[in-house]
């Protein structure tokens, strides 16, 4: 649309591919993830679960054809608000029929966790509608309501999943972490991302104790990674007999995506950075697609290719993984050369979109092996 105007609302597409991309491409995969890893067979109940997926896929295709339309009104509202009544349902049932074996895992408890996590971010959305009526768009609430969702989504939800996947990954090669070292590392990943919360309201330029609270939680999440990671390096030698060198390779692009993760987002929470940074369009949106197409994409594609939920292969995850580092490039280029007062080249958008055709390349590889298999 930046490059040739093609007729439509831009701000309805944006609406469309901002709930599309979370709810119809991580929400589904991480859903049939949860169930295939934590309801065995004898417990699966699969008629039931058939019914929450398809009609949450019904409500997702609702969001997919009004918002172009309508943007947010009558029908795509009413269409999100059943989205949020099904992932309640899917959180219900896959609490009720996870298997007993596995509900002292730590991996149940981190996964059970992370729907907790889907539902506190839920808070954001409800919240909206009263605040439109009683405060109306522009005021600072409705933006906070927002961040409030897009947080416990990514650093909630999302993260905390993939966290699980993993832990469930070692428990199924015989490793386990100890109660204690499970109980330290949960306590400093969940204080890390209620407080990390506060980064998302720097913006406003509050006390210094919000300041406080918003590092605080940046250093605490350092920490939690340092643990995990400090536990998978001395069960390395073991765990690496159950990978192969493309899971190697795709494990080692998400912990590299994760540790840049955690420092951008300690960087962000200090007062000169925030106060740059939270305004700058570019910045926000490089670092939220660092979020979802980062870490719950390349995620969601290594365990769903370790578990041979899906047939994954080099060729289309390296042009993915080249469309994400040319896109975040020029994102993060546009908010660097408006923070100093720069100008951008002047094909920059054509070359923005040249970047996200890739992305298009390389789902498309992945759709068609998939349809084939």
């Known amino acids: ?32 993830l949860l169930y295939q890893l934590f309801i065995r067979k004898k417990y699966r109940n699969r008629k039931k679960f058939c019914k929450i997926f398809i009609a949450t896929q019904i409500t997702i295709i609702g969001m997919f054809i009004t918002f172009p339309i309508q943007g947010y009104a009558l029908f795509s509202i009413i269409f999100s608000t059943l989205f ?12 009720r029929k996870t298997d007993i074996k596995l509900k002292n895992s730590n991996s149940y408890k981190l996964a059970k966790t992370g ?6 971010s839920s808070v954001g959305p409800w919240s909206l509608g009263i605040i439109m009526t009683k405060l109306g768009a522009s005021s600072p609430w409705y933006k906070n309501a927002i961040y409030f969702y897009l947080h416990f989504q990514y650093n909630g939800w999302i993260t905390v999943i993939i966290l699980a996947c993993f832990l469930y990954l070692l428990e199924k090669s015989n490793i386990s972490l100890s109660k204690n070292l499970f109980k330290k590392f949960s306590v400093f990943l969940h204080i890390s991302i209620i407080f990390t919360f506060f980064i998302s309201v720097l913006w406003m330029k509050p006390t210094s104790f919000i300041y406080g609270l918003a590092v605080g939680g940046s250093i605490l999440q350092i920490i939690a990674f340092g643990i995990l990671l400090k536990f998978t390096q001395i069960s390395w030698k073991h765990l690496k007999k159950s990978f192969s060198k493309f899971q190697k390779q795709l494990l080692f692009i998400l912990g590299f995506i994760f540790l840049a993760k955690i420092i951008m987002q300690l960087l962000g929470s200090f007062p000169n950075f925030a106060n740059s940074m939270a305004l700058d369009r570019e910045i926000v949106i490089g670092y939220l697609h660092w979020n979802f197409l980062g870490i719950g994409t390349f995620g969601l594609l290594f365990f769903l290719q370790y578990f041979k939920m899906i047939k994954l292969k080099q060729l289309e995850t390296y042009i993915f993984l080249l469309a994400f580092i040319l896109t975040e490039a020029l994102l993060f280029y546009k908010g660097l050369i408006l923070q100093i007062g720069g100008n951008l080249f002047s094909s920059y958008f054509l070359y923005l979109f040249l970047a996200s055709c890739v992305f298009l390349l390389a789902t498309g590889i992945i759709f068609i092996r998939n349809l084939r298999h």
């Open 115 to 120: 729907l907790y996590y889907l539902i506190l």
């Open 84 to 95: 949020l009544l099904c992932s309640y349902w899917f959180a219900y049932f896959f609490i």
């Open 1 to 32: 649309m930046f490059v040739n105007p093609v007729g439509f609302s831009y701000k309805n597409i944006l609406h469309t591919h901002s709930h599309i991309a979370l709810l119809g491409w991580v929400y589904s995969a991480i859903v049939v």
